[in-house]
């Protein structure tokens, strides 16, 4: 069973910024892309940010692209999302996520293509 810790939520000002963070114990944490979805109360699962494997490629939502920053760290097992200049909008429940499929270049927004979820950390943007 593969296990993903999110951490870094708060509560922070329009405006401000937050790092999320999500470990990933385990041995095949490089072998496979992940990523970020949120969701907010009443709205369905939303795509944030995609990183390949190798970290080579990424990708975003069109609501967060220029202000979040998705990045890796394979030799310590674990997933970043750097976000800037958060919006009231933005205020969810973050989730990272691992792909299906090990060793794909191909990025994705589907949440059908994603495995594994961690359990959640609650970022609030008050205005």
């Known amino acids: 069973q593969v296990q993903l810790v999110e951490s870094g939520g708060g509560l922070v000002q329009a405006g401000g910024s937050l790092r999320l963070s999500c470990a990933a114990p385990g041995r095949t944490f490089s072998d496979y892309g992940m990523g970020w979805f949120r969701q907010a109360p009443g709205k369905e699962r939303e795509f944030v940010a995609a990183i390949s494997w190798s970290g080579s490629s990424t990708s975003y939502g069109e609501s967060v692209k220029g202000r979040f920053s998705i990045s890796r760290d394979n030799a310590k097992n674990t997933l970043y999302l750097q976000m800037n200049s958060l919006k009231p909008e933005d205020t969810a429940v973050y989730y990272c996520?691992?792909?299906?499929?090990?060793?794909?270049?191909?990025?994705?927004?589907?949440?059908?293509?994603?495995?594994?979820w961690g359990q959640g950390t609650q970022v609030t943007v008050s205005s």
């Open positions: 996520t691992r792909r299906r499929t090990p060793m794909s270049q191909r990025l994705s927004s589907s949440r059908s293509e994603y495995a594994y």
